[in-house]
Structure formats: C-alpha cells, structure tokens
C-alpha cells in the first residue's frame, strides 16, 4: 500500500498559522496541520493545499491558538470532519473559511 504524501500549508494558511499562534508554538502547530490534518483525512486524499483550506482553518478557529485545542480540533477532524465544520461556524456556508482571519495575537 502506498503511502499518501502530505500537503504542505498554502500560504494563506501559513498566514492565519502566524496571527494565531505564539511564535514558539508555530512550527508544531505546522507540523500538526501537515501530518495530522490533510490528505490523511476521511475522503478527503484528492485535495491538494488549497483544498484542505476549509479544514485547516477550522481547526485553528476552533483552537483560539493553543496547541492542546488544535490537538484535539485534529482529532475531532480525524474521527467526522463535518463536527469540526460545524464546531467552527463553517459547516452551512462553503466560503465562510475564507472571510475568516484571526486577530495578530501579539506575540509577535
């Protein structure tokens, strides 16, 4: 069985990854969204880094920008990506992730 290759971050992910999380926890938040949250996902192993957008952004709405929160937002992807839609406001509107954009945390 092949292995699936994981899809890096597009860049407007990396942007929202970098308003969102303290500059100390941006590479494991980086490597937890690559690894754990994309093409790995239910039916979701055809989408490319653009696609996986809407889940990538869930789940860093959902975590406020703490690293357990994004944990578990990636498990709750794992198990029905929908819940994790859902849990972010993005579930009923296709494009609601994309007029989504966290405020700078200030730990810059």
Do not use: I, Y
């Not at 975590?63 to 992807?77: H, I, K, N, T, Y």
Request: net charge negative.
């Amino acid at each position: 069985m092949a292995l699936m290759q994981s899809q890096p971050l597009s860049p407007e992910t990396l942007r929202r990854l970098h308003l969102l999380f303290a500059p100390d926890d941006r590479a494991a938040a980086e490597t937890l969204l690559v690894n754990e949250c994309g093409s790995n996902l239910p039916f979701l192993q055809k989408l490319d880094m653009f696609g996986l957008e809407r889940f990538r952004f869930a789940a860093m709405k959902v975590s406020a920008g703490d690293l357990d929160r994004l944990r578990e937002a990636v498990r709750m992807a794992q198990w029905d990506w929908r819940d994790l839609l859902v849990a972010a406001g993005f579930g009923h509107d296709v494009t609601a992730h994309e007029r989504w954009l966290p405020e700078a945390s200030g730990q810059c």
